[in-house]
């Protein structure tokens, strides 16, 4: 079962940038479509961003224009450039397949405030 590692969390201020790295233990090639998943204190996860094995995106209606989901299926890596981040995109971010989900990792935090 492939495995994810999530990195490139952090504080940042509203209107600030970050990009999350996905480092997945094996290939993720055949894998359908990859999704970045984010868990808000007290609220349930949530998939913010999906990308096919074709590279069709798709993201969560609010985010459309601020985030975007890349994947490289050489490097097994995908990516989540987050711009014009609010403190409401305060969360815990994972990565992980879309159907048939693997085990969780530990994901990344990334906190928006000044």
């Known amino acids: 079962q492939v495995q994810f590692v999530?990195?490139?969390g952090g504080?940042?201020?509203p209107g600030g940038s970050l990009r999350l790295s996905c480092a997945a233990s094996g290939s993720i090639?055949?894998?359908r479509a990859?999704?970045?998943y984010r868990q808000a204190p007290g609220k349930q996860r949530e998939l913010v961003a999906a990308i096919?094995?074709?590279g069709s995106t798709n993201y969560e209606d609010s985010l459309k224009g601020r985030f975007t989901i890349a994947r490289d299926n050489a490097k097994n890596t995908v990516y989540l450039q987050m711009n014009s981040l609010k403190p409401e995109d305060t969360a815990v971010y994972y990565c992980n397949k879309?159907?048939?989900p693997?085990?969780?990792?530990q994901g990344t935090q990334v906190?928006?405030?000044s």
């Open 6 to 8: 999530e990195s490139g």
């Open 11 to 13: 504080l940042v201020q």
């Open 29 to 31: 090639f055949n894998i």
């Open 34 to 36: 990859m999704g970045w």
């Open 52 to 54: 096919t094995s074709g």
């Open 98 to 100: 879309v159907l048939g």
């Open 102 to 105: 693997s085990s969780w990792g």
């Open 111 to 113: 906190t928006v405030s």
